[in-house]
């Protein structure tokens, strides 16, 4: 029974990025490709491609994460609190970023 709802906690989380992705112009498919995703989601952020090597350094990887987690919740209007529900509760922040009326904005900094 668990892993049932992991499972539909899993994809109702991919929906969501996949349809974030797509808004911001990228692949929505490459959510699913590890790296890749990290690298498409830095990018989606405005950040440089090579901050994808950040994520790799222990403990810098979870700062970096938070702040890219940041700027892609800025670029589609949100603030604080969307970091938050996309750092702890993400199978509600991507969908609501996904299948809601937030619009991506590559202006924003």
Do not use: Q
Request: charged share 10%; net charge neutral; aromatic share 16%.
């Amino acid at each position: 029974m668990e892993a049932v709802v992991i499972l539909a906690i899993v994809v109702v989380i991919i929906a969501g990025m996949w349809k974030m992705y797509a808004k911001a112009g990228e692949a929505g498919w490459a959510c699913l490709i590890p790296i890749y995703n990290i690298f498409v989601l830095v990018r989606i952020a405005g950040r440089p491609w090579w901050w994808l090597f950040l994520f790799l350094i222990p403990v810098v990887g979870w700062i970096i994460g938070i702040i890219v987690t940041h700027d892609v919740s800025k670029r589609f209007g949100f603030g604080v609190g969307m970091t938050l529900l996309l750092l702890f509760l993400p199978f509600i922040g991507y969908p609501v970023i996904g299948f809601g009326s937030a619009a991506y904005d590559d202006a924003e900094a």
